[in-house]
């Protein structure tokens, strides 16, 4: 994962075995460049978690389609202040987004 593609995508997949990550459906994903990189990066050590941005609006798979994050890794336990943490960095990406925070160290379901 060393292509400018896979630089664009979420930390926490270089953790997944290759069996899971190529199994996954990206497509919603919104790719981490930019400040987007340093926003998420920071709100990782903040609450300490991965931090993955998706694009709004998406629908969930027909069951055993492939692979979805959601429901491949356990998400993180969030605190009230974390959850707003989030919620304030949606809101100043425009809304358009939706920041879901998985377990860290990543743990498969």
Do not use: F, K, N, W
Request: net charge negative; aromatic share 2%.
């Amino acid at each position: 994962m060393s292509s400018p593609e896979a630089a664009a995508l979420p930390v926490l997949l270089e953790d997944l075995p290759g069996e899971v990550r190529e199994t996954l459906d990206l497509d919603g994903l919104v790719p981490l460049d930019g400040g987007l990189r340093d926003i998420v990066d920071g709100l990782e050590d903040r609450i300490d978690a991965h931090i993955v941005v998706y694009r709004r609006g998406l629908h969930a798979l027909p069951e055993g389609a492939s692979r979805e994050l959601c429901r491949t890794i356990r998400a993180a336990d969030l605190s009230i202040e974390d959850v707003a943490r989030l919620q304030q960095a949606e809101r100043l990406l425009g809304g358009d987004v939706a920041l879901v925070a998985y377990r860290r160290p990543l743990e498969l379901r």
